[in-house]
C-alpha cells in the first residue's frame, strides 16, 4: 500500500486486451461483477433460510430489516467512502475510527454549548455540524501535509495521528460519554421521511412522525431515516466527484503512477491533502450522525469500525496497490457486512461468524482483483521484478 | 434494607408462583443481550436458559463480540426485526446512549428488562427512564463501598490505591467507582485514590495501566479492579511485578483466575456478583408479566458473596464462583 506508483499504466493502444479469448472475456466479466453476486445470493440465501430455521414465524425480507440494514450501514460506510479515494490513490487512512469518535464528542459539545447559549434547535445542530466535520478536517489537513511534504508513509502518520485524536477525543469528553444534549436531537438522528403503518387504521405519512400508539406503534415502519438520506447525498456526492470531474481523474492518476502524475503536473501534494480532508470528513459526518442518533458524544464510538470499513473499501474492489476501484463498490462491500450482521442474528447464529467469513471474504476479493490483472496483462513492476 | 429486600423477595416469590402457573398458557418468545463476551455474562447466560427450560419459554441469545453501542445497537436492531420476540433481556453498554435504540424496541411491542446495567440513573419510577419493566442486577455502589473496606483492610488503612475500570458511563462500574470512592474520602483520610483509568474492557489494557501506575508510584499500596477484565489486568500487572502481597488487589468478579491469584496472596479480596440469579430471574420476571402480574419490582438488587481466603474452601461460597460447563 506504499508502493506508489510501482503500477506501470499501459497507453490505451498497447493493452493486449485484443488477445482475449471468450472464457477469460467471461472470467474478467465475473472478476467486475462478483461482489453484486455475492450479495444477491447472500440475500437469496438469508430470505429461504431464516424463515426456515424459524418454523415461519421470522421473515428476512421486511420493510423494517431494510431499513435497519440502511442504518447499520451508515458509519461503516461513510468510513469507507472517504477511505475509498485515499486507496485509490494508493495511500491508507487508519485514523479514520477515531476521527469519528472526535467529531461525535466535538459535534456534542458544540451542539450543547450552542443551545444552552439560547440558539434554537436547528441552527444548534448546524453548529455540532460544523465543530463535528471542521475538527474532522483539520485533523486530515495535517494528515496530508505530513504524507504529502514530510514524505512519510500515510500508514505511519495516520497510525501516529490516530492516538493522538483518540487522546483528544478522550480529554475533551472528560472521559465519559457527553450527555445533557437537547431531547429534540432525537429526532434529526432517528425520524425518517416517510411512516408507512399497514392494515386498519394505518396509512402512509410523509415528513410526520404519527402520534400513535399501542398495536398501531408496533406495526408502524419507519421508511429513510434522515441519517439514511444524508448518507445517500454524500454517496452522491462522492460518485459524482471520484468518476465525473479531474479532481477523481487526479485521483486515479495518482495511484495509477506517482511519478507519471508530477510529471504530467499534477499538484499531487495539493490533492493528497486534499484527499486526507475528505477522508476526514466523512468520518466527521459519521461521527456528527452517530450523535444525533445515539443524542450522546462518545469518545469510543469510533473505535470497532475502523477495520469493517477498510474491509468494505477492499471488498468493493478498491485495489490496495492504488489506481483502482469505484464509489459504488465500496457502497456493495459495506451492504455485504451489513446484510451478515442482520442476517446472522435473525438466523440465531453467533455473531462470531461475521468475522470469519468478511475475512475470507476479503482475501477473495484481493485474490479476484490480482487475477484480473492477471488476465489484462497489468503487471506491477515489484512483481515482475 | 433489610425490610426492603424482604418485600422484593415477596414480590419476586409471588411473580414465580403466578408464572409457573400460566408457563404453558402464554408461549412467549425472549431475546438475551448481553454487554460482552466474559464469564460474568456467560454465567448469566446458563441462568437465562435454565429459567427458559424450566418454564417452557423460547430464548435467542446474541452475545456482541466487543463492548459499545455502536456494537450492540445493530444486533438489537435485527433482533427487534424478526418480528417474534415479546422481551428483551438486555445489559445497555451506555446508559445514556442505549435509551433512544431500547426505546425503539419497546415502540415495536417488546417490553425491555435491564440487567447487571441500567438505563438513566436506574429508577425506572421516577428517573428519566421508566419504560424498562425492572433492573435486575448488584447494587453497584454498595459493591464499591464494601470493596472499599476490604481493601483499606487489607492495606491497613493507609496508602496509596488505583482503581482500574472498564468504560466511562456504564451504570455498573460507574456506581462501583463511585461507591469506592466515597468511602474512602469519608472513612480512610490517609488513604490517597488515583483513576480510574479506562481499559475498554481489555484485559491486556488493563494489565498495561496498573504496570504503569506501578512504575509511576513505588509506593502504591492496593488496586481496585472494577470488573472481570479490570482485576485479570490488575492482578496479572501485579504478579509480573513480583509485588504478591505487597500490592493488595480487590477483585470485582468471582472468575476462577480471580481466585487463582487468591491463593497465591496476590487478591485479598473478591466480590462475586449473582449473574446467575440476575439471568434466570429477568425471565421468571418476562414470563410474569407476560401472565399479567403488575405488581413486579421495578429494582431487584441480587447481592453479593465476598470471598476472601478464610472462606474460599467453603461450598456455600465457592459456588458463585462463576463456572461455565466444559470452559
Given at each position: 500500500m506504499t508502493e506508489r506508483g510501482s503500477r506501470i499504466v499501459l497507453p490505451a493502444g498497447t493493452s493486449?486486451?485484443?488477445?482475449?479469448?471468450?472464457?477469460?472475456?467471461?472470467?474478467?466479466?465475473?472478476?467486475?461483477?462478483?461482489?453484486?453476486?455475492?450479495?444477491?445470493?447472500?440475500?437469496?440465501?438469508?430470505?429461504?433460510?431464516?424463515?426456515l430455521m424459524s418454523g415461519g414465524s421470522v421473515n428476512f425480507l421486511t420493510i423494517r430489516n431494510s431499513q435497519n440494514i440502511l442504518v447499520a450501514i451508515i458509519p461503516v460506510l461513510l468510513l469507507g467512502l472517504g477511505q475509498t479515494f485515499v486507496i485509490i490513490a494508493a495511500g491508507i487512512d487508519l485514523s479514520v475510527g477515531w476521527v469519528m469518535s472526535l467529531a461525535s464528542v466535538l459535534s456534542a459539545l458544540a451542539l450543547r454549548w450552542a443551545f444552552d447559549s439560547g440558539a434554537p434547535l436547528f441552527p444548534a445542530v448546524l453548529v455540532g455540524l460544523v465543530a463535528g466535520v471542521g475538527g474532522a478536517a483539520v485533523v486530515g489537513f495535517v494528515n496530508g501535509v505530513i504524507i504529502s511534504k514530510l514524505k512519510v508513509p500515510a500508514f505511519i502518520v495516520t497510525l501516529g495521528t490516530s492516538f493522538i485524536v483518540r487522546g483528544v477525543a478522550y480529554l475533551m469528553s472528560e472521559n465519559t460519554t457527553v450527555i445533557g444534549l437537547p431531547a429534540g436531537i432525537r429526532a434529526y438522528g432517528n425520524d425518517a421521511l416517510l411512516y408507512y403503518i399497514p392494515g386498519e387504521g394505518g396509512g402512509l405519512y410523509f415528513l410526520d412522525r404519527p402520534e400513535v400508539s399501542g398495536e398501531l406503534l408496533r406495526r408502524m415502519d419507519t421508511i429513510l431515516p434522515y441519517p439514511v438520506v444524508v448518507t445517500a447525498f454524500v454517496v452522491l456526492c462522492t460518485m459524482f466527484l471520484l468518476h465525473k470531474?479531474?479532481?477523481?481523474?487526479?485521483?486515479?492518476?495518482?495511484?495509477?503512477?506517482?511519478?507519471?502524475?508530477?510529471?504530467?503536473?499534477?499538484?499531487?501534494?495539493?490533492?493528497i491533502i486534499k484527499l486526507y480532508i475528505l477522508s476526514a470528513s466523512t468520518a466527521g459526518i459519521a461521527g456528527f450522525l452517530s450523535t444525533l442518533r445515539f443524542t450522546a458524544g462518545s469518545a469510543v464510538i469510533g473505535d470497532p469500525l475502523l477495520l469493517?470499513?477498510?474491509?468494505?473499501?477492499?471488498?468493493?474492489?478498491?485495489?490496495?496497490?492504488?489506481?483502482?476501484?469505484?464509489?459504488?463498490?465500496?457502497?456493495?462491500?459495506?451492504?455485504?457486512?451489513?446484510?451478515?450482521?442482520?442476517?446472522?442474528?435473525?438466523?440465531?447464529?453467533?455473531?462470531?461468524?461475521?468475522f470469519i467469513v468478511v475475512g475470507t471474504v476479503v482475501?477473495?476479493?484481493v485474490l479476484i482483483d490480482q487475477s484480473r490483472d492477471l488476465i489484462t496483462g497489468r503487471q506491477r513492476r515489484n512483481a515482475a521484478a | 434494607m433489610l425490610r426492603k429486600q424482604s418485600l422484593l423477595a415477596i414480590a419476586a416469590g409471588l411473580a414465580l408462583a403466578v408464572a409457573s402457573q400460566s408457563a404453558d398458557a402464554a408461549k412467549i418468545k425472549i431475546g438475551f443481550l448481553p454487554g460482552v463476551v466474559d464469564p460474568f455474562y456467560q454465567v448469566m447466560q446458563l441462568g437465562v436458559e435454565a429459567a427458559a427450560k424450566d418454564l417452557g419459554v423460547d430464548v435467542v441469545t446474541q452475545i456482541p463480540p466487543t463492548w459499545g453501542v455502536q456494537v450492540q445497537t445493530p444486533i438489537l436492531d435485527s433482533m427487534i426485526a424478526?418480528?417474534?420476540?415479546?422481551?428483551?433481556?438486555?445489559?445497555?453498554?451506555?446508559?445514556?446512549?442505549?435509551?433512544?435504540?431500547?426505546?425503539?424496541?419497546?415502540?415495536?411491542?417488546?417490553?425491555?428488562?435491564?440487567?447487571?446495567?441500567?438505563?438513566?440513573?436506574?429508577?425506572?419510577?421516577k428517573g428519566p427512564v421508566k419504560f424498562p419493566i425492572s433492573y435486575i442486577g448488584s447494587?453497584?455502589?454498595?459493591?464499591?463501598?464494601?470493596?472499599?473496606?476490604?481493601?483499606?483492610?487489607?492495606?491497613?488503612?493507609?496508602?496509596?490505591?488505583?482503581?482500574n475500570s472498564t468504560n466511562p458511563n456504564v451504570s455498573s462500574v460507574e456506581g462501583r467507582e463511585k461507591g469506592f470512592k466515597e468511602v474512602i474520602e469519608k472513612e480512610y483520610p490517609k488513604i490517597k485514590v488515583l483513576g480510574?483509568?479506562?481499559?475498554?474492557?481489555?484485559?491486556?489494557?488493563?494489565?498495561?495501566?496498573?504496570?504503569?501506575?506501578?512504575?509511576?508510584e513505588p509506593k502504591l499500596a492496593g488496586v481496585f479492579g472494577t470488573n472481570v477484565f479490570s482485576a485479570q489486568g490488575a492482578g496479572a500487572a501485579v504478579v509480573n511485578a513480583g509485588l504478591g502481597?505487597?500490592?493488595q488487589v480487590v477483585a470485582y468478579d468471582a472468575t476462577k483466575l480471580a481466585i487463582e491469584l487468591m491463593g497465591k496472596g496476590v487478591v485479598s479480596l473478591v466480590l462475586a456478583q449473582k449473574p446467575f440469579d440476575m439471568g434466570y430471574m429477568a425471565v421468571q420476571f418476562a414470563v410474569a408479566d407476560a401472565a399479567g402480574v403488575t405488581s413486579l419490582p421495578r429494582r431487584v438488587e441480587t447481592g453479593f458473596a465476598i470471598i476472601d481466603k478464610d472462606n474460599v474452601k467453603d461450598p456455600a461460597v465457592a459456588r458463585f464462583v462463576y463456572q461455565v460447563p466444559g470452559k
Open positions: 493486449p486486451s485484443g488477445l482475449r479469448t471468450s472464457s477469460q472475456r467471461l472470467a474478467l466479466l465475473l472478476s467486475r461483477i462478483w461482489a453484486w453476486l455475492f450479495l444477491a445470493l447472500m440475500i437469496l440465501f438469508f430470505v429461504i433460510a431464516v424463515p470531474t479531474q479532481f477523481g481523474r487526479h485521483t486515479y492518476a495518482i495511484g495509477g503512477s506517482l511519478q507519471a502524475a508530477e510529471r504530467t503536473g499534477i499538484p499531487v501534494d495539493r490533492h469493517s470499513s477498510i474491509a468494505a473499501v477492499i471488498i468493493g474492489g478498491v485495489s490496495l496497490f492504488g489506481g483502482a476501484g469505484t464509489v459504488i463498490g465500496t457502497v456493495i462491500g459495506a451492504l455485504i457486512i451489513a446484510v451478515l450482521t442482520t442476517g446472522l442474528v435473525m438466523l440465531n447464529v453467533e455473531a462470531f461468524w461475521q482475501i477473495i476479493a | 424478526r418480528g417474534d420476540l415479546n422481551y428483551i433481556i438486555t445489559a445497555p453498554t451506555d446508559k445514556d446512549q442505549m435509551v433512544g435504540p431500547l426505546k425503539a424496541a419497546v415502540d415495536a411491542g417488546i417490553k425491555v428488562i435491564t440487567v447487571d446495567t441500567f438505563l438513566g440513573d436506574g429508577d425506572y419510577v447494587d453497584n455502589t454498595e459493591g464499591g463501598r464494601i470493596a472499599a473496606r476490604g481493601l483499606a483492610k487489607a492495606i491497613g488503612g493507609e496508602g496509596t490505591v488505583y482503581i480510574p483509568d479506562y481499559n475498554l474492557d481489555d484485559p491486556n489494557k488493563a494489565t498495561q495501566q496498573t504496570a504503569a501506575v506501578l512504575e509511576r502481597g505487597h500490592v
